[in-house]
């Protein structure tokens, strides 16, 4: 069974630091673009990051640059979301992704874990 799972999330004041990590099982991602995305209550699912297979180019949402950080260790299947400087607006549900090279829409990825919470407090 080809899974994503999310954890690192919870509840952190402004100006905090997390870092999410996604793990993958039942396949080989090291060829896919992973990305995270967000979701709020009563929102969209929101792109936050990407990163190509190789490392080479990390995308971020104009909300998050300066502030997070994506990586991935294909060695072990993993992808990374370090976020700094956490804002109450960060407050998501936060879901890891595995799809097509470039891709920033949610319909360009294909596998998707169940998500992690993040709540940022003042």
């Known amino acids: 069974q080809v899974r994503l799972v999310e954890s690192g999330g919870g509840l952190v004041q402004a100006g905090g630091s997390l870092r999410l990590t996604c793990a993958g099982s039942?396949?080989?991602?090291?060829?896919?673009?992973m990305a995270w995305f967000r979701q709020a209550p009563g929102k969209g699912r929101d792109f936050v990051a990407a990163?190509?297979?190789?490392?080479?180019?990390?995308y971020y949402a104009d909300p998050v640059k300066g502030r997070f950080t994506i990586t991935r260790d294909n060695d072990a299947n993993t992808v990374y979301l370090q976020m700094n400087s956490l804002e109450l607006e960060d407050t998501a549900l936060y879901y890891c992704?595995?799809?097509?090279?470039?891709?920033?829409?949610?319909?360009?990825?294909?596998?998707w874990g169940q998500g992690t919470q993040v709540t940022v407090s003042s």
């Open positions: 992704a595995a799809g097509l090279p470039g891709g920033m829409r949610v319909l360009d990825y294909d596998y």
């Open positions: 039942g396949r080989t991602f090291n060829r896919d673009m």
């Open positions: 990163i190509n297979w190789n490392h080479q180019n990390q």
